[in-house]
């Protein structure tokens, strides 16, 4: 690999571990301030409001400047809303700011990968990507935890500038100001990214000119048979998951009576989970044979619901593992049939535009249905139960529209396995 490459994990890896625990600190902000818990579970969709908005420009956005610069502005933005949380402005508007860099910063941290690196690294090239960004959910989260916790708020709200009043005066604050120091590290290693030499495209003269052919490029995913399948699948997944980090605090809180700390541990647990998952599957699984795994996600919504009857932390922890595993067997397979069909569809760079979109916009929907149901009244273990109910249920939906194309289309289908199977080989 090219010194360069090692240059741009690291500042993925700060990044993505900085995101992950900010989302800690911004609930313990919102329980610190005597929020409703509607408003912490508001979060999530609010992360992702930008990422569903922007969704047709990012992606050329990203190919209009050099990619480290793109990156470098994305984590500057991200500072800017760890700056507005501290200083007045309410989390969950300060939070969505962080999101639009997050948003900015996706499609410049892959594209970047192809200017790079040789077409025959790429694999392993993606294969570090997902590896890191996996190891840094789960060591932000734990991070975000500890940052909040007694200990290591004590030492961090111990430091003080003389003459200067902070007003950073609650473990909440004093990690997100910490927080603002590990994206500011990212953003160093942003400007160490070479030049890739490769020219820019310039922005169009009218930005709404992106919008018909994004809008095309996602009607022609959805229409493809086995694409349709895999994308709802993929899409499903994305927004459980991204939803889940809260759904196990919000679990965590109820069921152990556990705090910030102790509970930002265990969503670590789900995401070690899903790589044991992702590994197993990449080393069972055939593309030819990734349609096998649609029953799992049945599965994971009914096991969604059985975290309501579970109150013992050892019970908790296999369970949550499991959890992450289905998960990670179930999307693997399926991002690869989707990237597949993408790929022979419209190019991969517009492919995984119409992906980000989708899945983003599931996050922000499962994430208002959730959050929805707290503000109405629905404690965690009902909103747990319906939130289960509705994955299973769209899974299921999924399951009987794959059948339905197998029977009613029995020649184009076997067409599009063909190709899986030569894709395979």
Request: include cysteine; charge should be positive; glycine fraction near 10%.
């Amino acid at each position: 690999m090219k010194r360069g490459f090692y240059t741009i994990m690291s500042a993925q890896f700060f990044s993505s571990l900085a995101d992950n625990a900010l989302f800690v600190a911004a609930v313990e902000l919102l329980r610190t301030n005597g929020s409703a818990s509607w408003q912490q579970a508001a979060l999530v969709p609010m992360f992702a409001l930008f990422y569903v908005v922007l969704a047709p420009f990012v992606g050329a956005f990203a190919d209009a400047l050099p990619k480290g610069r793109v990156m470098f502005i994305s984590n500057a933005i991200k500072v800017v809303g760890c700056l507005m949380m501290l200083f007045g402005t309410h989390p969950l508007f300060a939070y969505a700011v962080v999101g639009l860099g997050a948003a900015a910063y996706s499609p410049a941290k892959y594209g970047i990968l192809t200017e790079l690196l040789p077409a025959s690294q790429l694999v392993q090239a993606n294969g570090w990507i997902e590896g890191l960004t996996i190891a840094s959910i789960i060591l932000g989260l734990l991070l975000g935890g500890q940052l909040v916790g007694p200990v290591v708020s004590a030492h961090l709200l111990a430091f003080d500038l003389p003459y200067i009043d902070t007003g950073i005066d609650t473990p909440a604050e004093s990690a997100i100001m910490a927080l603002v120091f590990v994206f500011l590290i990212a953003a160093w290693f942003n400007t160490r990214i070479p030049d890739t030499g490769v020219a820019m495209r310039p922005l169009p003269p009218k930005l709404l000119d992106l919008l018909p052919d994004f809008w095309q490029c996602n009607s022609r995913l959805w229409g493809d048979k086995l694409g349709q399948v895999s994308l709802a699948t993929t899409t499903l997944f994305w927004g459980v998951s991204g939803n889940l980090k809260y759904i196990v605090l919000a679990w965590a809180a109820a069921a152990l009576s556990y705090g910030t700390t102790k509970a930002s541990a265990l969503t670590g647990v789900v995401a070690i989970g899903t790589a044991v998952g992702a590994v197993l599957a990449s080393m069972r699984m055939r593309l030819d044979a990734s349609t096998r795994v649609i029953p799992m996600g049945i599965a994971m919504g009914l096991l969604l619901i059985v975290m309501n009857f579970i109150h013992n932390v050892w019970l908790a922890m296999p369970f949550l593992v499991l959890l992450g595993g289905l998960g990670g067997f179930l999307v693997v397979p399926m991002n690869a049939l989707l990237q597949h069909r993408g790929h022979n569809l419209m190019g991969a760079g517009r492919s995984i535009a119409v992906q980000n979109f989708n899945e983003q916009a599931c996050i922000l929907a499962l994430g208002a249905f959730y959050t929805l149901s707290t503000r109405f009244g629905l404690s965690a273990y009902g909103a747990i139960t319906l939130f289960g109910l509705s994955v299973a249920g769209v899974m299921w939906l999924i399951r009987l529209r794959h059948c339905r194309n197998l029977r009613n289309y029995p020649g184009e289908m076997e067409q599009l396995y063909a190709a899986t199977r030569q894709d395979h080989h």
